[in-house]
């Protein structure tokens, strides 16, 4: 039982970070109908530039600099995510291009990122500074750390945010009218394409902050490290209904708990297998996922 | 108000408009009429910005606004409501009317009170989500969420369809209310009775062209509207 408890509180802090990326996921299909393939390469830029403002700062440790490093990451990633949006999808979306072509240039995107951090980080893993310094707590024999303890916090709070900005500000108003019937929400004025760039911001926001909370989790980064955790955050979207920013955010939970509790009780070389295991079977058994509604496709 | 000059519009290759051409006059309401696939709604989507014609102009208070953005078109008076109603369903009354006023920086409260004295049911509906309402009540709501925008020229396409006989006269009845209080109105519908008796002018599509336009009263009693949209 102790060891199921444990396990529980390990997933947490994983499905938290899933959750945080899915969302980036989710909002962009929903107001594009595109998986965006280049948003697990934004989360691994927001890593990397946690790392490098670690590195300038004199005092790595102080609440300040904890604070500047994952600001400065979520800035950064978010300018990234404006440009991707800006230069590559804007023009394939004004020409209603099919969303192949969107697909393919999203493809695309991933690999610049992925061989830019390359050519300028080099592929060998790069340790990342202990920025903040670890703790362990005990509840009777259960250990959780204060890194886990933050990335939860932090994750719960950023979804809360996030849940005002959609509900109750215009522009959210205006991004969930999009993505239930963009051409009507056009008829009224609604100025789309500064919805679209609002949305990419904000999915890349929370993915550069996921970004920096592995990076203290693991603790060590590379320039492809996006790809795996960006594939899985994608298969949380699709688990719990893509479009659905709720769907995402338990996808993402229940995912990262999944992982832990099986690399638990049967292997850790089964953890990356399971996550594409529930991919195929949510596709096969309910590809609505678990809070998506059925779409009838519109002709 | 409104000038179609000669547009041609094409889907592929196929033309949907040949060579129409219409005038709307300030504070009138005007009748698209025609058959299934006749080009009513093509016509509108040309007007508000959804379609850009191949050929031809589009004059809106003397400005061409053949090639403006939809947007720009809202923000000068243009305001559509499509055919099927399309309220957001997910999100609320109230959201929705929001929605409508997107463009506007001020007098959005104003406008509300407005339009819950031409549809006080919408008042009593305010925070449930628009999908919960009615077909008749999403009709009222989509043509308020249109006058939130503070239209000039209104469009609207088939506003009656799928609506019980006496709710039909209802709709009717507002939008003669709205085109009092000051707001042009182009209307496209396949109801042609309904429709010229609540007209100043019409005009007659087929098959992408237009084959008659006047005053309502006059395509009243012609024969061959009679017999083939008014049911004899």
Same mark, same amino acid.
């Given at each position: 039982?102790?060891?199921?408890?444990?396990?529980?509180?390990?997933?947490?802090?994983?499905?938290?970070?899933?959750?945080?990326?899915?969302?980036?996921?989710?909002?962009?299909?929903?107001?594009?109908?595109?998986?965006?393939?280049?948003?697990? @390469?934004?989360?691994?830029?927001?890593?990397?530039?946690?790392?490098?403002?670690?590195?300038?700062?004199? @005092?790595?440790?102080?609440?300040?600099?904890?604070?500047?490093?994952?600001?400065?990451?979520?800035?950064?990633?978010?300018?990234?995510?404006?440009?991707?949006?800006?230069?590559?999808?804007?023009?394939?979306?004004?020409?209603?291009?099919?969303?192949?072509?969107?697909?393919?240039?999203?493809?695309?995107?991933?690999?610049?990122?992925?061989?830019?951090?390359?050519?300028?980080?080099?592929?060998?893993?790069?340790?990342?500074?202990?920025?903040?310094?670890?703790?362990?707590?005990?509840?009777?024999?259960?250990?959780?750390?204060?890194?886990?303890?933050?990335?939860?916090?932090?994750?719960?709070?950023?979804?809360?945010?996030?849940?005002?900005?959609?509900?109750?500000?215009?522009?959210?108003?205006?991004?969930?009218?999009?993505?239930? @019937?963009?051409?009507?929400?056009?008829?009224?004025?609604?100025?789309?394409?500064?919805?679209?760039?609002?949305?990419?911001?904000?999915?890349?926001?929370?993915?550069?902050?996921?970004?920096?909370?592995?990076?203290?989790?693991?603790?060590?980064?590379?320039?492809?490290?996006?790809?795996?955790?960006?594939?899985?955050?994608?298969?949380?979207?699709?688990?719990?209904?893509?479009?659905?920013?709720?769907?995402?955010?338990?996808?993402?939970?229940?995912?990262?708990?999944?992982?832990?509790?099986?690399?638990?009780?049967?292997?850790?070389?089964?953890? @990356?297998?399971?996550?594409?295991?529930?991919?195929?079977?949510?596709?096969?058994?309910?590809?609505?996922?678990?809070?998506?509604?059925?779409?009838?496709?519109?002709? | 108000?409104?000038?179609?000059?000669?547009?041609?519009?094409?889907?592929?290759?196929?033309?949907?408009?040949?060579?129409?051409?219409?005038?709307?006059?300030?504070?009138?309401?005007?009748?698209?009429?025609?058959?299934?696939?006749?080009?009513?709604?093509?016509?509108?989507?040309?007007?508000?910005?959804?379609?850009?014609?191949?050929?031809?102009?589009?004059?809106?208070?003397?400005?061409?606004?053949?090639?403006?953005?939809?947007?720009?078109?809202?923000?000068?008076?243009?305001?559509?409501?499509?055919?099927?109603?399309?309220?957001?369903?997910?999100?609320?009354?109230?959201?929705?009317?929001?929605?409508?006023?997107?463009?506007?920086?001020?007098?959005?409260?104003?406008?509300?009170?407005?339009?819950?004295?031409?549809?006080?049911?919408?008042?009593?509906?305010?925070?449930?989500?628009?999908?919960?309402?009615?077909?008749?009540?999403?009709?009222?709501?989509?043509?308020?969420?249109?006058?939130?925008?503070?239209?000039?020229?209104?469009?609207?396409?088939?506003?009656?369809?799928?609506?019980?006989?006496?709710?039909?006269?209802?709709?009717?009845?507002?939008?003669?209310?709205?085109?009092?209080?000051?707001?042009?109105?182009?209307?496209?519908?396949?109801?042609?009775?309904?429709?010229?008796?609540?007209?100043?002018?019409?005009?007659?599509?087929?098959?992408?062209?237009?084959?008659?336009?006047?005053?309502?009263?006059?395509?009243?009693?012609?024969?061959?509207?009679?017999?083939?949209?008014?049911?004899?």
């Amino acid at each position: 039982m102790n060891l199921f408890l444990q396990q529980l509180i390990n997933g947490l802090a994983w499905g938290g970070i899933y959750a945080l990326i899915a969302i980036g996921y989710t909002m962009v299909y929903g107001v594009m109908q595109l998986i965006n393939f280049a948003h697990g @390469d934004v989360f691994m830029v927001g890593a990397f530039v946690g790392l490098v403002i670690a590195q300038l700062l004199p @005092d790595k440790t102080s609440p300040l600099s904890v604070f500047l490093v994952f600001l400065s990451a979520m800035f950064f990633s978010t300018l990234l995510g404006i440009l991707i949006e800006r230069l590559g999808y804007r023009s394939l979306w004004r020409k209603n291009a099919p969303r192949l072509s969107l697909l393919i240039v999203a493809v695309a995107i991933s690999l610049l990122l992925e061989n830019s951090g390359l050519l300028l980080f080099g592929a060998a893993p790069r340790s990342f500074p202990e920025i903040i310094p670890s703790k362990s707590y005990f509840v009777g024999s259960i250990i959780f750390t204060n890194l886990q303890l933050i990335i939860i916090l932090s994750c719960l709070l950023l979804m809360g945010i996030l849940h005002l900005i959609v509900m109750h500000t215009k522009m959210g108003r205006a991004m969930r009218a999009v993505a239930e @019937d963009s051409e009507m929400s056009a008829l009224l004025g609604v100025p789309r394409e500064r919805v679209l760039s609002f949305t990419f911001a904000l999915g890349s926001a929370l993915a550069g902050i996921a970004g920096v909370m592995v990076a203290l989790y693991a603790p060590q980064i590379n320039p492809l490290m996006g790809l795996l955790p960006g594939l899985k955050a994608f298969i949380a979207a699709v688990l719990g209904g893509i479009g659905s920013i709720p769907g995402a955010m338990v996808g993402g939970f229940v995912l990262g708990e999944a992982e832990t509790l099986v690399s638990a009780y049967l292997s850790s070389s089964y953890r @990356d297998l399971l996550a594409f295991l529930v991919l195929i079977l949510v596709l096969l058994l309910r590809p609505q996922g678990l809070l998506g509604k059925g779409v009838v496709e519109k002709l | 108000m409104l000038r179609v000059e000669e547009i041609e519009v094409f889907y592929d290759s196929i033309q949907a408009l040949r060579n129409v051409s219409f005038e709307v006059k300030e504070g009138e309401i005007f009748a698209l009429l025609g058959a299934n696939g006749a080009g009513k709604t093509t016509t509108l989507k040309t007007i508000s910005g959804l379609i850009i014609p191949r050929r031809g102009r589009i004059y809106f208070q003397e400005e061409d606004i053949t090639f403006l953005p939809i947007q720009e078109r809202v923000k000068r008076g243009i305001s559509q409501v499509p055919e099927g109603r399309r309220v957001f369903s997910k999100l609320t009354v109230e959201e929705n009317l929001l929605l409508g006023g997107y463009i506007r920086e001020r007098g959005i409260k104003k406008n509300l009170e407005a339009v819950f004295s031409l549809f006080p049911i919408l008042k009593e509906r305010l925070h449930q989500p628009a999908g919960t309402l009615s077909g008749g009540e999403q009709q009222m709501l989509s043509i308020a969420r249109a006058l939130m925008t503070e239209p000039r020229l209104l469009l609207l396409d088939e506003p009656s369809l799928g609506l019980a006989p006496l709710l039909v006269r209802d709709i009717f009845h507002y939008i003669k209310e709205i085109n009092e209080e000051g707001v042009t109105i182009l209307l496209v519908e396949q109801n042609a009775h309904m429709a010229l008796q609540i007209a100043n002018r019409a005009a007659l599509l087929q098959r992408g062209e237009v084959v008659l336009q006047g005053k309502a009263e006059d395509l009243r009693d012609m024969e061959s509207i009679k017999s083939a949209y008014l049911g004899g």
